[in-house]
């Protein structure tokens, strides 16, 4: 099993960044990738970006250029999702997602609990 917590959504105005985190632990694979989903109000539910254990990383074309993913580095289950240039269209629900696989659009097998990301105009 492994878990996953995240922290950092909040409110900001456009053109304002945010930063995500995602922490895993339990059993954590050498070889892995932790992802970011969101789920916009009243849409369905989208894959972000992605970065896996051997640090390549993607991204969905609509946050291309404005989000970026890094690991900690002094904790390598660790994940940062920088959000910058924010617009209301990125008002989500955001998850983090984990699979023991390189995998960067999944189908992940783990979920974090998910955190409010609010962009006002």
């Known amino acids: 099993q492994v878990q996953l917590v995240g922290s950092g959504g909040g409110l900001v105005q456009a053109g304002g960044s945010l930063r995500l985190s995602c922490t895993a632990s339990?059993?954590?694979?050498?070889?892995?990738?932790m992802g970011w989903y969101r789920h916009p109000p009243g849409k369905e539910f989208e894959w972000v970006a992605a970065?896996?254990?051997?640090?390549?990383?993607?991204f969905a074309e609509t946050v291309k250029g404005r989000f970026t993913l890094s690991r900690d580095a002094k904790n390598k289950n660790m994940v940062y999702l920088q959000m910058n240039n924010l617009q209301p269209e990125d008002t989500a629900v955001y998850f983090c997602?984990?699979?023991?696989?390189?995998?960067?659009?999944?189908?992940?097998?783990?979920w974090g609990q998910g955190t409010q990301v609010t962009v006002s105009s």
């Open positions: 997602a984990y699979i023991n696989q390189w995998a960067l659009r999944g189908p992940y097998d783990y």
């Open positions: 339990g059993s954590i694979g050498s070889i892995n990738t």
């Open positions: 970065i896996n254990s051997g640090g390549r990383t993607e």
